[in-house]
């Protein structure tokens, strides 16, 4: 008899598990509290473009869908840092070809939920889970149109419904799962730059763009119809924070004094401004990520984290695999897969986050540093000589398949000894030199 599968949750995790368990040959519904995305229109506002990277696409080509994802995916080969001058300086992600992906979340989601749809899963929308028996994998829903509920049981129940999700609160309030939910001070709002006439990019559409301004920063990455799809991320609180920035004058003021040449190519600004959201970022811990053999979580439910790295949704997405691989090695055995499910992948959650926000202090103080670029030059060249001693962790994160909590462990003993590197006398004239390339072999 077929597995039946119950997902809360239709957007991009959601899908591709849905995908991943009706390649299984499991029965497959997904229940989403929101309206059909394929019937409203989709407005900018509150969103942060995707990056996807080595481990999303892995995760994507398993079920056969990473060709039509890469359709709507725009290649970023680099870093382009933009100073207060307008000066341009750039930075590779990796080797030469080597690029991360821009992608769209609304499109790339409509798309998932399409390919799951056209696979076999059936989709209920408007739908709010407001119960469940988390033993058994039951769940109650509510329609917001006609206030029905309706009582769905299944083999298994996965929670894959974001950041505040309802299956984890159900999992902490009935069994008691550990849970921290923490806010950092740092808020977030979208902003957009559009196409120039004729449809053609303002910016260079293979990079992320980033204007790095201590405390705060824009990011910019490319969209298929010219525009770029932009973030500023700024404290809560004090000067220079979204707190303090009200009026017309007081945007355009602090706009045109740090970051002229992006309001030079953003002419409607301030009605963005007011038009767009506040929003704000937050991690989320909790453990165990299952209930015996009744339901489990998976995406941000279990490990959300803040955007800096560009990791959130290839992290959810290596959790689909994952599961995958595990329901093959138990031979569908649901306790014994979840219980090493919650044990493998916890660490890579808190992996994940750590290395986020390791990477937000790196992205908004260091990326306009020159010591901080000249350090990712000695790594570069370190690693392609001895490419069996080092991998950047940039590279280990985005373009393998390494563990993030192994990649955050390597990264953090590779940060202390560039220290001990960059702290060498005259190290801007000799750092090409053999004596360099030797004296970090022997720090290896």
């Not at 309206?35 to 942060?48: C, F, H, P, V, Y």
């Not at 892995?58 to 207060?84: F, N, S």
């Not at 989601?109 to 696979?119: G, I, Q, S, T």
């Not at 299956?167 to 001070?185: A, G, L, P, S, T």
Request: glycine share 6%; with cysteine; charged share 25%.
């Amino acid at each position: 008899m077929k597995k039946e599968i119950t997902i809360v949750g239709a957007g991009l995790v959601g899908s591709l598990c849905a995908l991943y368990m009706l390649k299984r040959g499991y029965k497959v519904s997904i229940f989403e509290r929101r309206k059909d995305l394929r019937s409203e229109i989709i407005t900018a506002g509150k969103s942060i473009n995707l990056a996807l990277s080595k481990r999303g696409w892995t995760a994507l080509e398993k079920v056969g869908v990473d060709k039509e994802v890469l359709k709507i995916a725009i290649p970023m080969y680099k870093r382009v840092m933009h100073d207060k001058q307008g000066n341009l300086s750039e930075q590779l992600y990796g080797n030469q070809g080597q690029a991360i992906y821009s992608v769209s979340r609304a499109g790339l989601n409509l798309l998932m939920m399409e390919m799951a749809e056209k696979k076999g899963a059936s989709l209920y929308f408007n739908e709010r889970c407001i119960d469940a028996d988390l033993a058994n994998g039951e769940a109650v829903f509510e329609n917001a149109n006609t206030q029905k509920t309706q009582r769905v049981p299944s083999d298994l129940l996965i929670g894959a419904d974001g950041t505040f999700s309802v299956i984890r609160k159900e999992m902490v309030d009935k069994y008691n799962h550990e849970y921290n939910y923490n806010q950092i001070e740092h808020d977030y709002k979208e902003l957009m730059i559009p196409s120039g006439e004729g449809g053609e990019y303002l910016l260079d559409k293979n990079a992320l763009h980033i204007w790095p301004r201590g405390e705060f920063m824009v990011i910019a990455l490319a969209n298929l119809d010219g525009s770029f799809t932009c973030t500023l991320f700024a404290p809560k609180k004090g000067k220079n924070s979204f707190e303090v920035l009200n009026t017309k004058e007081e945007v355009e003021h602090y706009f045109t004094s740090i970051f002229p040449d992006f309001i030079a190519i953003v002419p409607n600004l301030y009605q963005q401004w007011n038009a767009n959201p506040t929003s704000g970022l937050g991690i989320v811990r909790t453990y165990p990520w299952h209930v015996k053999d009744g339901s489990l979580l998976i995406g941000d439910a279990a490990h959300a984290t803040v955007p800096f790295y560009g990791q959130g949704m290839n992290a959810g997405f290596e959790d689909c695999r994952i599961l995958d691989e595990l329901l093959d090695k138990h031979e569908d055995n649901l306790e014994t897969c979840l219980e090493e499910y919650s044990k493998s992948r916890k660490p890579n959650g808190d992996g994940v986050q750590d290395l986020s926000m390791h990477n937000f202090v790196e992205m908004r103080d260091k990326t306009a540093d020159p010591k901080f670029l000249l350090q990712k030059e000695i790594e570069k060249k370190f690693a392609n000589l001895f490419p069996d001693k080092w991998v950047p962790l940039y590279s280990m994160v985005s373009f393998t398949n390494t563990p993030y909590s192994e990649a955050w462990k390597v990264g953090m003993k590779q940060e202390k000894l560039m220290q001990s590197i960059m702290s060498t006398p005259n190290i801007e004239q000799i750092w090409e030199s053999d004596e360099i390339m030797e004296r970090m072999c022997s720090l290896v």
